[in-house]
């Protein structure tokens, strides 16, 4: 991707409401991958996902879900019933290693 | 297995000083990354390097410099630090460019004073 918009720069909510994470970007490329990384307050950075632009599926993993919509260039994060622990500041970056998104915190108050 | 490792995780630097950051992965990636953290700026790319004794330049190289004399090493110098380079390092590897999920060390905090 050339550009990745991150607009939400914090989120707060209350435990156990859903949260969504948007990520859009602009990509002159037909094919490529894009990612989810989570930073905890801990700061390290771990991986969460990785989609391929040929597949518009939604993705779920427990408390997480992907939604990948090429029309729109977006791919968002939803976390639902959200917990302490997912507070964290999170990084979505399309195409790869090349370009980050300026990532969105997200607070989770008990 | 240790993954991504950096040194030192911590240094504190005087304007002008040069130093170096060495990264090391054993998970025998051929690709290693080098970026920089600052508040409200998400990652920065600073260098990358595809192969052993191969660097290319990321969003933000100036100041930098980079080598890759062994497959599993990446190490990044500042020859004269400047206050603008105070920020959190780090480095990271992946099997791919664009297809790989980055490994991540963790992290080198730098100030430059």
């Known amino acids: 991707a050339q550009k990745v918009t991150q607009a939400q720069t914090e989120i707060s909510v209350v435990e156990k409401e859903d949260v969504t994470l948007d990520c859009v970007y602009e990509t002159r490329d037909t094919t490529y991958y894009l990612f989810w990384y989570k930073q905890p307050p801990s700061g390290e950075l771990v991986f969460l996902i990785r989609?391929?632009?040929?597949?518009?599926q939604n993705e779920i993993s427990g408390r997480y879900s992907w939604n990948f919509q090429k029309s729109t260039s977006s791919f968002n994060f939803t976390i639902t019933a959200s917990q302490v622990v997912d507070s964290a500041v999170y990084f979505c970056a399309p195409g790869g290693p090349l370009i980050f998104g300026s990532g969105t915190r997200l607070l989770v108050r008990p | 297995n240790a993954g991504v490792t950096q040194t030192p995780k911590f240094r504190v630097l005087k304007t002008g000083q040069s130093m170096t950051l060495l990264c090391a992965q054993d998970?025998?990636?051929?690709?290693m990354y080098w970026y920089r953290q600052d508040p409200g700026m998400g990652l920065r790319l600073i260098h990358y390097s595809v192969g052993e004794g191969t660097t290319a330049k990321g969003e933000v190289p100036d100041g930098y410099n980079v080598s890759r004399l062994k497959k599993q090493n990446f190490l990044l110098g500042l020859e004269s630090a400047a206050p603008s380079q105070t920020s959190v390092y780090f480095c990271?590897?992946?099997?791919?460019?664009?297809?790989?999920?980055?490994?991540f060390g963790e992290g080198s905090r730098l100030t430059v004073l």
């Open positions: 990271a590897s992946s099997y791919g460019t664009d297809t790989g999920e980055l490994f």
């Open positions: 998970m025998n990636h051929e690709y």
């Open positions: 989609r391929n632009s040929f597949d518009e």
